[in-house]
């Protein structure tokens, strides 16, 4: 009985150990197989346009030394590397938006950006998405990195150790994902997502600061960063598969509604003119904070700073997004 209790120990581990060194995951740019896709290719059809940051400390375990600080949400915002980035501090979180609804496509479906200066120096984030702005879902991410010694604050990283973690690949390359892989969760809808959430990877393997994965491993990577430009550094958000067909084509869309003066200055009527009926007109702000409604066929900007907004106009037709400058 004994010997037998022992024999089945020894298949467990051995399987077990099996996998854990035979699991890996796609390599370092440059490498044969790896996933990486860069910042000019054509695949990237759009960016987001909205993003809300709450900074996390520079170094969770001595919080005197307060939140990181470099750069600002609208960061956050268009291509990759054309606009700095934001840096999200230990635990820290942005709620990126988009002009169009994103959608299951073939293969991945969008991917962030990081800016690391090389293929091992990762700084990871956890990523979920939402149909509504309030219920997320998270991709099951997973790191096989070793937890018995940490990752010094300028520490290398094994990116075939890592999986579905944003900042896996270098600057300029975005980690892609795949919502195909969350079409069993029943409280988003994968062809009409409407928000991305970013959450810096506190990369402690002390376990009162541990960031976990999907599998309760803990996540070990460069820490701590107690500088200003501590933690992930969200660079950019690129969509590739977006839902565009809201009643009518996008192309029927842009004709139906006319949108001026634009640039208009602060205290002017902003008009819709409109050959369908409109019913509505919502106001955003760059973090994606709706910040006025109007049932009119135009839009007092007495009360809005100067600066750039996106109007949502919605119709029995269906609804577009429009830029707006307030100068």
């Not at 470099?70 to 709620?95: E, K, Q, W, Y």
């Not at 062809?191 to 541990?210: F, L, M």
Request: aromatic residues 10%; contains cysteine.
């Amino acid at each position: 009985m004994l010997r037998s209790k022992l024999l089945k120990l020894f298949i467990t581990v051995s399987i077990f150990s099996f996998s854990s060194v035979a699991q890996t995951y796609a390599p370092a740019v440059g490498q044969p197989g790896n996933t990486a896709m860069h910042k000019d290719s054509s695949a990237f059809i759009n960016w987001a346009t909205g993003c809300k940051v709450v900074r996390g400390y520079q170094d969770i375990s001595n919080t005197s030394l307060g939140f990181a600080s470099a750069g600002d949400s609208s960061m956050a915002l268009g291509p990759a590397m054309s606009n700095g980035i934001v840096s999200l501090g230990d635990g820290g979180t942005a709620i990126c938006s988009f002009q169009y609804l994103i959608k299951n496509g073939p293969g991945p479906d969008f991917a962030v950006f990081e800016n690391s200066f090389d293929d091992s120096f990762l700084e990871l984030a956890l990523v979920e998405v939402s149909s509504d702005g309030i219920n997320f879902v998270r991709f099951p991410a997973h790191s096989l990195t070793d937890t018995l010694t940490q990752t010094g604050s300028f520490g290398s990283t094994d990116p075939t150790k890592i999986n579905n973690l944003a900042g896996k690949y270098r600057g300029g390359y975005g980690t892609p994902f795949d919502l195909q892989e969350l079409a069993i969760f029943s409280n988003i809808n994968i062809n009409a997502i409407t928000h991305v959430k970013i959450i810096d990877v506190v990369g402690s393997v002390n376990k009162a600061y541990a960031t976990r994965d999907h599998y309760n491993n803990m996540i070990n990577d460069p820490w701590p960063t107690a500088f200003g430009s501590g933690g992930f550094d969200l660079d950019a958000i690129g969509v590739i598969h977006q839902n565009t067909n809201v009643g009518l084509t996008e192309n029927d869309l842009e004709n139906n509604f006319l949108v001026f003066p634009n640039p208009v200055n602060k205290g002017e009527k902003l008009i819709v003119n409109s050959k369908v009926n409109s019913t509505s007109i919502d106001v955003y702000n760059v973090s994606g904070q709706k910040i006025e409604s109007t049932n009119n066929n135009f839009l007092s900007t007495s009360t809005l700073d100067k600066g750039i907004y996106f109007i949502k106009i919605s119709s029995d037709k269906g609804s577009i997004n429009k830029k707006v400058i307030v100068q």
